[in-house]
């Protein structure tokens, strides 16, 4: 196994999640957990929750309930603390500087940790400069345990496959030191090689112990990838188990599964 993709995974646990945006409730009491080296699946139709869930997971909405990251109460903390605690999120919709290459995108992530300052490159030129060097080499080797081959890394982020921007989405999420990823709709718009190649990379960051939650329509990338997975109905938890127990869960049957989408 490739050794970079080793990870100090974290445990991410919410309990009694609930967000109200008026009148409508959009999450209600629901619960779960996902610990190193798992994949944890969040299903459900249009408008059951899922995005809300992330939204609450990550404090960046007004809810009720807990949030703990390896058992400490991070409930109130502001989201780029959370980010700090390695809790990072990748977006749907593919969210990059469009004005820099592939690696600059990637430098620009993994700068806080490993970048060189204004200050330091005029009082110690040298010792900033192998700084710059280390952190490209950190930002092309973070690339490419994505699967994106060096021949893109100088090439417009709108300019590669879409398939390999998908990858750089979560690539830039994970920037370094992510823990816990929130992945929403990873395989969106993906085909069958890249569905394949997608699964391939999730698998060897939860082999490497990455804690990781998808939201996904493609239920066959669900039932294969994942250890458990929560069943959202109209924000609430319908069901919450093995991929088996999920398949086989009557009211998943009737209210999901079963469904034609
Ligand atoms: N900021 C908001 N203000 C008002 N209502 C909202 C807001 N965000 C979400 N909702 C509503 O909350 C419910 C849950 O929305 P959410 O986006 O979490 O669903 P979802 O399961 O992610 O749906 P989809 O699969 O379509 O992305 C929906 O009825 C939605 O219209």
């Known amino acids: ?30 619960s779960w957990e996902v610990n190193p080296g798992e994949i944890l699946g ?3 139709p249009n408008g059951a929750g899922k995005s809300t869930c992330y939204n609450a997971a990550t404090n960046m909405v007004q809810r009720t309930g807990k949030v ?30 469009t004005h820099l290459t592939v690696l600059e995108n990637m430098i ?12 330091g490159t005029i009082l110690r030129p040298l010792s900033e400069h192998r700084r710059a060097v280390h952190t490209r080499q950190v930002a092309e080797a ?29 690539a830039l999420a994970n920037g370094t030191g992510a823990r816990i990823l929130l992945l ?21 960051l939860r082999a490497g112990g990455m804690a990781i939650v998808v939201i996904e329509h493609h239920m066959d990338l669900v039932m294969q990838i994942t250890d458990r997975i929560v069943v959202l109905d109209r924000g609430r938890r319908l069901a919450y188990g093995t991929p ?6 009557p009211d998943v049957l009737e209210a999901y599964l079963g469904r034609d989408e």
């Open 142 to 170: 973070a690339l490419k345990n994505m699967g994106i081959p060096p021949e893109f890394h100088h090439r417009l982020p709108g300019e590669i496959p879409y398939g390999t921007q998908r990858m750089l989405s979560i």
């Open 68 to 97: 703990e990251i390896d058992g400490r109460d991070v409930s109130t903390m502001p989201a780029s603390r959370l980010a700090a605690l390695g809790l990072r999120r990748a977006f749907q919709q593919n969210a990059f500087f």
């Open 1 to 30: 196994m490739n050794t970079m993709f080793q990870t100090d995974g974290g445990t991410l646990r919410v309990e009694g999640l609930r967000v109200a945006f008026g009148a409508l409730v959009a999450l209600d009491d629901v």
């Open 184 to 204: 929403d709709e990873p395989a969106a718009g993906l085909g069958g090689e890249d569905m394949r190649e997608l699964c391939d990379r999730l698998l060897a």
């Open 42 to 44: 969040i299903i459900g």
């Open 108 to 119: 620009a992530v993994i700068q806080p940790q490993h970048g060189t300052s204004l200050l």
């Open 244 to 249: 088996s127990e999920i398949r086989h869960d």
